[in-house]
């Protein structure tokens, strides 16, 4: 039949049969795949759904955070075909479902739903259970669908074979292409190329099913981004950390980390999700340290303690790394481990409790005491130096303040301001406080130092103490009197200048006194200088005690002592004091045993009578003190002006003395000396007599003991020698030589200058035999000798000299000295002698020293012998020699050989 019908129609025909055939078969067995597709593509649907959901679940147990599971859910509840779905933690709570109303409530699985496409699926983390995924899936959808394939199949069927003669060829490329484009679309999808897409246009199924796939792997990819996304935000914050960070299971197996704690044991693969916590130890971390077996073991069962407790520890690898873990436990019993590289922090804490340790050391080492503080004040640091200077400890000084410290006689100098502001390296001094209550003066130095943009001080301070202390005791021995610890010269002036311009302001009286001991040489000598020292410390504390506090008791040197009394109203009151103090010796003084009285003379001038100024102040207490001597001692005197004309008369006195040496005023009389009993002349005494030109004859006690304190003794004694070298050399023309000649010899020749030589020279110009030489000494000299001058005495006695004690009974009569020193003639004073006859106990003493000189071996010689009662007084007494105005009166060298003669 084909046969007969043009190739044209018979290719229609055999394409039209062929492509009825075809189509049939293709429609029969496209449907057939088709639906298989669908079914398969649904089921794996179906499986990447559930998929989705227990990862979504997975990360929704593993956060807590049920937010996004909601909302896909939410978004999935109208295109996906599923009738229920919950989320169930390990408790079988419901945390998420398609209800909302279930949510927290128990989950109770149906049983009998299992059949209709019920799905329980266990949620876990590794081999850790996190909970249950319950999804009830409908498959009438796909029923319908496949209904609606078949329907719509039918119907292309037919209009197929009315069309396959006029578009079999068209239809069969096209089918062919579209088909050929979603195969490949499959292919891509099953080789898991989620970005590839079935562009296949038109209604029909095999558009819809691309576009179905479309959608699905659209929502699929759109599912996979948010769990990205989800799995993002809980590692990536993790990658950014400079530590290390892992999450361990409850079964210590490794769930989480970070590429920085992967690092940290280098051979950690990314993948090692399950790895156990002792296996990282084993495995991974123990080829790190530098352990041996045994040292390994226990560090291994120290660090699992470490974790079980949770807390901080650090180990240190072989390659010099240290690391420190802060491990925390979970509510689920996983662990939380910060892995932190410390190495660099541990050398530089290393490095910093090396130069804290050497800085400790070094300011230990520093005797100076050191402390720092901040701006406010407040001291953070202590060396032991300073703690020993507050006798505290360091802690107790960090915290306080530096005024607290610190006491200044200017309270702003103390002061935090004024401190800093001083920082410069300039020393103050100030009181330190301690915690005792105790202060001490110190001296501070502080300097700033800039710590981190901010001020830091640094202070120094010096304990004064000791300084202080010896400064006094420079200051004190500098103005005071060391034997008596009175104030001495120095500080006398000082304060008397001060108590002058004060007395000046307030309009006072002001007395100064000069005190001088009476014959304190003769105390001294005779009991020695210990004694003698012993009895000015106990003048000193009379004299202190005997005036009031504001006045001044000084010591000016030797016996001698000057006062300041101030605040008087009238001269009289200047009285009272001097009176008190006079009193005050009345007292016998306790030396070592002995009891020792004294007196003393007392010379007053006053501010602003007598002068307006300190030396003439001085000068004019001394003059007063000089004029209570002369009155007898033991009393005092103010000053009055007219002791200016006594003065002026003494310094006259002098200026006329030094002259009369040179001018030939001065000359030698002789007084004889008479045996007692037969009036044989047996010597004479040599006086010295001055005629001034104006004055006439002046007294020997006048110019005598002038010459003396003028220093012109020394000249009167070469000058009495001479003369007398002079007068022998003419006796001996007139062959004449006395047995005896006697001269005056004064204290101050025999302490200065070479008396004995002097004497030597005498013997040999004058030709005159040493025996026939006397040498007359006062009691004074004898008790003011010191060694030389008792050198010097008894040097004269080898000599051959005779030495006579003249004026006995008129000083201290020492007994002492006349064992002590070779005297063999003692002369009574006159003052014994004129009154013999009217008074008996004058003539008991004459008599009383004529015995004793007996007894001692000495001759005696009567001195002022005037009248024959007198004259027979002596010779009852025994006495040997006597001189006076009965026999002569002192005669010129001329007259003496005459005397003699006539005498005879």
Not at 2 to 25: K, N, P, T, V, Y
Not at 215 to 221: F, I
Not at 519 to 542: P, T, W, Y
Not at 566 to 571: A, D, M
């Amino acid at each position: 039949m084909l046969r007969g019908l043009s190739l044209r129609w018979r290719i229609a025909l055999a394409l039209f049969a062929l492509q009825l055939a075809l189509c049939a078969a293709i429609l029969f067995f496209t449907l057939r795949q088709h639906l298989a597709s669908q079914v398969e593509l649904w089921e794996r649907s179906d499986r990447y759904f559930v998929t989705l959901l227990s990862d979504l679940g997975r990360v929704a147990l593993l956060t807590t955070d049920y937010t996004e599971l909601q909302a896909f859910v939410a978004e999935t509840t109208s295109s996906r075909k599923f009738t229920d779905m919950v989320l169930v933690d390990l408790a079988g709570r419901i945390v998420a479902s398609k209800n909302l109303n279930r949510i927290g409530s128990t989950f109770e699985p149906d049983t009998s739903k299992l059949a209709k496409g019920q799905r329980i699926v266990d949620i876990s983390a590794g081999s850790h259970k996190l909970g249950t995924l319950a999804l009830t899936l409908s498959d009438d959808a796909l029923h319908a669908s496949f209904r609606d394939a078949y329907r719509r199949g039918a119907m292309i069927a037919a209009g197929g074979i009315i069309l396959i003669a006029l578009s079999a060829y068209w239809f069969g490329h096209l089918l062919s292409h579209r088909l050929e484009r979603l195969a490949e679309t499959a292919d891509r999808i099953s080789l898991g190329d989620n970005e590839a897409r079935a562009t296949i246009e038109g209604q029909d199924e095999i558009a819809r099913v691309g576009r179905a796939v479309n959608t699905m792997l659209d929502r699929l990819t759109d599912n996979l981004s948010a769990l990205r996304l989800a799995h993002d935000r809980l590692t990536l914050p993790t990658e950014a950390m400079n530590e290390g960070f892992a999450i361990w299971d409850a079964n210590d197996r490794l769930v989480l980390s970070n590429s920085r704690f992967r690092r940290f044991f280098r051979d950690v693969s990314p993948a090692a999700t399950a790895l156990r916590f002792t296996e990282l130890l084993d495995r991974h971390i123990r080829p790190l340290l530098a352990l041996d077996d045994e040292a390994y073991a226990a560090w291994r069962e120290a660090r699992l303690a470490c974790r079980r407790k949770g807390g901080v520890c650090q180990f240190h690898f072989l390659d010099g790394r240290c690391i420190e873990i802060s491990e925390s436990r979970m509510e689920d019993g996983g662990t939380v481990g910060i892995y932190t590289d410390i190495t660099d922090a541990v050398a530089r804490k290393a490095a910093l409790n090396h130069s804290e340790a050497r800085l400790r050391t070094i300011m230990g080492s520093v005797t100076e005491a050191i402390v720092t503080f901040d701006e406010r004040g407040l001291i953070d640091s202590a060396n032991p130096a300073a703690e020993r200077l507050f006798q505290t400890t360091g802690l107790m000084l960090c915290g306080r303040t530096m005024a607290e410290l610190l006491t200044c006689d200017d309270e702003e100098t103390c002061q935090m301001p004024r401190l800093l502001t001083g920082a410069n390296g300039q020393s103050i001094e100030a009181t330190g406080n301690r915690p005792d209550g105790s202060r001490f003066p110190l001296e501070l130095t502080i300097n700033r130092a800039s710590l981190e943009g901010k001020g830091y001080y640094i202070a120094a301070l010096r304990d004064l103490t000791r300084q202080k202390e010896a400064q006094a005791v420079i200051l004190h021995q500098a103005t005071h009197d060391p034997l008596t610890g009175l104030p001495n010269r120095t500080l006398f002036n000082e304060r008397l200048g001060e108590i002058l311009k004060h007395a000046q302001r307030c309009g006072e009286l002001v007395a100064v006194g000069f005190l001088d001991l009476d014959r304190f040489k003769a105390i001294n000598d005779s009991l020695g200088h210990a004694m003698g020292d012993a009895l000015l410390v106990q003048l000193g504390e009379r004299l202190r005690q005997s005036v009031r506090d504001e006045d001044t008791v000084a010591r000016m040197g030797g016996d001698e002592f000057i006062m300041i009394l101030r605040g008087l109203r009238k001269p009289h009151d200047a009285t009272i004091p001097a009176r008190k103090i006079l009193a005050s010796l009345q007292t016998p003084m306790s030396l070592d045993g002995h009891e020792l009285r004294v007196t003393a003379s007392l010379g007053i001038s006053l501010y602003p009578i007598d002068a307006e100024n300190r030396d003439t102040l001085l000068r004019h207490a001394d003059m007063a003190l000089y004029w209570a001597k002369s009155q007898g001692r033991n009393t005092f005197r103010l000053y009055d002006a007219a002791l200016h004309s006594d003065t002026a008369e003494r310094v006259r006195l002098e200026s006329d003395l030094r002259r009369a040496v040179d001018d030939a005023e001065l000359g030698l009389v002789y007084q004889p000396q008479v045996e007692v009993g037969s009036g044989r002349v047996v010597g004479f005494e040599a006086l010295m007599r001055w005629t001034h030109p104006e004055r006439g004859q002046v007294p020997p006690d006048q110019f005598i003991g002038l010459a003396e304190d003028c220093g012109m003794i020394g000249q009167l004694g070469t000058f009495l020698l001479d003369r007398t070298t002079t007068d022998l050399r003419g006796w001996q023309h007139r062959d004449f030589v006395p047995d005896r000649l006697a001269i005056n010899i004064s204290p101050l020749q025999i302490r200065r200058g070479d008396l004995v030589g002097q004497i030597r020279r005498f013997l040999d110009t004058s030709r005159l035999q040493p025996e026939q030489l006397e040498l007359e000494l006062t009691e004074t000299a004898l008790l003011e000798a010191d060694r030389r001058s008792q050198r010097t005495i008894h040097a004269l006695h080898r000599l051959g000299v005779s030495l006579a004690l003249d004026d006995f009974g008129t000083g201290f009569s020492s007994l002492s000295n006349l064992q002590r020193f070779p005297v063999q003639r003692v002369k009574i004073d006159r003052s014994f002698i004129r009154n013999m006859p009217n008074r008996s106990r004058d003539a008991t003493l004459a008599k009383a020293i004529i015995g004793l000189a007996h007894g001692l071996g000495m001759r005696v010689v009567a001195e002022g012998v005037e009248s024959t009662e007198q004259l027979d007084m002596l010779h009852e007494f025994g006495c040997d020699e006597w001189q006076g105005f009965l026999k002569s009166r002192p005669i010129p060298a001329t007259a003496v050989p005459d005397l003699c003669l006539t005498a005879a």
